[in-house]
């Protein structure tokens, strides 16, 4: 009765790892591939927003995040660029 009852658990739980992982995989995002598009989407909002005045600051935000996101600190680096964006009044976008 047991291994009856753990085979049929054991079933139970592969059909729901089955059904959920595929789908989940693709919409994942490291977060390295997260630092490199808020980055270009820093460079895309100083071009458009070329005389903000908050631009030297955006940009040395910028560098600085770059070298975090290098240095395996994205979450640090991830944080910088969304602030560099906010200077420059652009709302980050998350995937």
């Known amino acids: 009765m047991r291994r009856l ?3 049929l658990v054991f079933i139970g739980m592969s059909f729901a790892v089955f059904a959920a992982g595929p ?3 693709r919409g994942t995002m490291t977060r390295s591939e997260r630092c490199n598009r808020l980055s270009r ?5 100083i071009e458009t927003h070329a005389k903000a005045m908050q631009v ?3 940009k040395g935000l910028q560098k600085k995040a770059k070298r975090y996101c290098s240095e395996r600190k994205q979450a640090q680096g991830i944080r910088m660029l969304a602030d560099a964006l906010k200077l420059l009044g652009v709302i980050p976008t998350d995937p």
Do not use: F, H, I, R
């Open 5 to 7: 009852c753990s085979g």
């Open 23 to 25: 789908s989940d995989a």
């Open 41 to 45: 989407q820093v460079d895309e909002a």
């Open 56 to 58: 030297a600051e955006a």
